[in-house]
């Protein structure tokens, strides 16, 4: 009775406007809510958030690489994110010798920047809605397929008339709320992004995997970088005449500080949420992808760590690798607990039971029931298809083999070659023998022992080259396009499912799930209650790392300069990263974070970890996203890079 009353309260939730603090808004769209905005402290207009007539906040705001955001903070192209989204970059440029990882790096001069091949920046150009034009010709008794042809032809006929302008110029039309809505954006891309400063490790990573997506956190995860442009300030290769990019707009920093209940908002690129999923996708998610990934990766985690810990070359070569692999493990972790502390699947068809029973004579009517049969459908073999990513595929020898280009630079065979043994036993004993090639079985059958394949394997390159193109041609035409075919289907029933919901609950702001364009997220900075007479504080400070600092665990052993620091006293207070209620994901590491006045306060780099169920479900009481203070950066820079001659090109107030 009691279970069932709470359930009732929650769904209550799920029935009114978007929840306090909830929502990745499309800047264009902003207008809409600007009201609420400003009922909450925001001090600045609609069109100081995004403008295409006049320089706008969006035009200090980049996509950073291929997921992750950064932000201009000067008119010479100087650029801001986190030390995690420019790790891999930063990892490039260690050797033992010179080892920016661990010592950190600084450039005193613009001559010893450091370029990143590869590395490109977007900022966003302009965004409108195009779904008219996009559906032009469209007539409802065309199939699925011509109509997917036709939005094709359609947007490559609009993106097709702004790319011939060149300069840089990259187009994107994205299908929102499932396909109900079609967005244009066009970007400009810069190709000269140079490395100018990043904090040591045990700064810039401090706590590692034992802190991540926990608080109180005490990271100071930043990373400085410069873009380059041609003399004309247009887009250019690197090059020794590019010049330092001169902005439309570059955020002023803000020396003030913050306090519980200041207004924040966040303006990045959010990468993938899926807020409107049936429980089906939910149980699954929590029932037995995420144990079982995070089974998976525990093992790949502790044979790399296991030889990093003995090797200061083979943690270099691996220390990316790691963070990318322990990032979503630990994230794993935190959203199957939250989502089975907030009832979410029970919530979820509780919720479905009542839209079932408003659908009844509308074209909605049984939808739910649809999807549930599609995921029941479907998930046998997405099972399968996940297993294949986090294990065989994971096996660099297996990639070697079919990729002669393969980075032999940052590769450690004894840790590949255990790999191999778990992996390998792990796939065997989890699938059914049809999801498997029949050279596997084959071979299964013939070695002794996974010892014996592993020995054969990474001694003959013939056998290392068989089992991957079986691997890699099983799952690519067998598994892979049952699982295509399948989320094709659900993503069709998603379109009516989303625009039924949309009419069910039509007092409720919608916004569209994340998809790593620009959004804007808002809320407040504050603490929370993750458990009963429990209750978190929203600013972590320099004391608390002093209180964390152990020379004997590598991830809190922090630079005896800051010990120094703290010991002449002074500093205790240092404010070091913030909590606030705004809606993020991963793609919004990095982001700015801004106060009522649109300046920097902050960088965000997390969330607390019982809320990372936020990409399906949002939680206002629990979620929170973690910001690095940029007080700290700048204490950093100054104190420990001795680079505060970056400061002359900051624009500061307060």
Not at 305 to 330: G, H, L, T
Not at 483 to 504: C, H, P, T, W
Not at 536 to 545: A, K, N, Q
């Amino acid at each position: 009775m009691k279970r069932s009353i709470f359930l009732a309260a929650l769904l209550a939730l799920w029935v009114m406007p978007a929840k306090a603090d909830e929502g990745m808004w499309l800047p264009a769209l902003i207008s809409q809510r600007i009201e609420d905005m400003q009922a909450k402290g925001f001090k600045l207009s609609a069109e100081d958030i995004y403008s295409i007539n006049q320089a706008s906040l969006k035009d200090a705001v980049v996509l950073f690489g291929s997921g992750c955001t950064g932000e201009l903070v000067s008119d010479e192209g100087l650029l801001f994110t986190n030390h995690h989204c420019g790790y891999s970059f930063i990892q490039r440029h260690s050797s033992v010798e010179h080892d920016y990882l661990k010592d950190g790096f600084w450039a005193k001069s613009r001559a010893e920047e450091l370029a990143n091949p590869g590395l490109t920046v977007r900022f966003l150009e302009s965004m409108e809605d195009v779904t008219d034009l996009v559906l032009k010709g469209y007539k409802p008794k065309m199939t699925e397929e011509q109509r997917q042809a036709l939005i094709e032809k359609n947007a490559k006929k609009i993106q097709d008339k702004i790319v011939k302008e060149g300069n840089g110029l990259k187009t994107s039309v994205e299908a929102l709320y499932y396909g109900n809505q079609y967005f244009l954006f066009v970007f400009r891309e810069y190709r000269d992004v140079r490395l100018v400063g990043a904090p040591p490790s045990s700064i810039g990573k401090f706590g590692g995997e034992t802190d991540n997506w926990m608080w109180p956190r005490h990271t100071g995860d930043f990373s400085i970088f410069r873009i380059y442009a041609a003399p004309n300030n247009m887009p250019a290769d690197y090059s020794e005449t590019n010049v330092p990019y001169r902005p439309k707009r570059s955020l002023k920093i803000s020396r003030a500080g913050v306090k519980e209940g200041d207004f924040t908002f966040v303006y990045g690129c959010p990468g993938s949420t899926q807020e409107y999923v049936h429980s089906e996708a939910v149980r699954y998610i929590q029932d037995i992808s995420d144990p079982e990934k995070i089974a998976l990766r525990t093992m790949r985690l502790n044979i790399m760590k296991k030889y990093m810990d003995q090797s200061q070359a083979v943690r270099i070569q691996y220390s990316s690798k790691f963070a990318s692999v322990a990032n979503a493990w630990k994230k794993w972790q935190g959203e199957e607990k939250g989502l089975r502390k907030n009832y979410v699947v029970p919530v979820k068809q509780a919720y479905e039971k009542r839209f079932e029973e408003w659908a009844q004579g509308t074209r909605y009517e049984g939808i739910t029931q649809q999807l549930a049969t599609l995921y029941a459908a479907r998930n046998p073999i997405f099972r399968a298809y996940e297993y294949y990513r986090e294990t065989v595929l994971t096996i660099e020898k297996l990639q070697m083999a079919r990729n002669p280009r393969f980075n032999m630079k940052d590769y450690y065979q004894p840790i590949d070659e255990e790999m191999f043994v778990a992996m390998m036993t792990a796939f065997d004993q989890a699938l059914d023998d049809e999801y498997k090639p029949q050279f596997f079985l084959d071979r299964r059958n013939q070695y002794s022992s996974m010892e014996a394949w592993k020995d054969a394997v990474f001694t003959f390159e013939s056998e290392a080259k068989g089992l991957a193109d079986a691997l890699n041609d099983f799952f690519s035409t067998v598994i892979a396009p049952p699982v295509a075919e399948f989320n094709k289907s659900i993503n069709l029933v998603y379109r009516d499912y989303m625009k039924g919901q949309m009419e069910f609950e039509n007092g409720k702001v919608f916004y569209p799930d994340a998809n790593l364009t620009l959004r804007v997220a808002y809320g407040h900075v504050e603490g929370y209650r993750p458990l009963d007479a429990v209750y978190y504080d929203p600013v972590s400070t320099l004391r608390g790392i002093i209180e964390k600092d152990n020379p004997d665990i590598f991830d809190y052993n922090i630079p005896q300069v800051l010990r120094d620091i703290y010991a002449r006293g002074g500093f205790a207070s240092q404010p070091v990263c913030f909590l606030a209620t705004n809606h993020t994901t991963g793609g919004n590491s990095g982001s700015p974070v801004l106060n009522a006045e649109g300046n920097l306060i902050g960088i965000n780099f997390d969330r607390v970890w019982e809320g990372t169920m936020s990409d399906l479900v949002f939680d206002p009481e629990i979620c929170r996203n973690i910001s690095l203070d940029v007080r700290y950066l700048l204490f950093v820079i100054k104190e420990v890079g001795h680079a505060d001659y970056l400061f002359n090109e900051m624009k500061f107030v307060d």
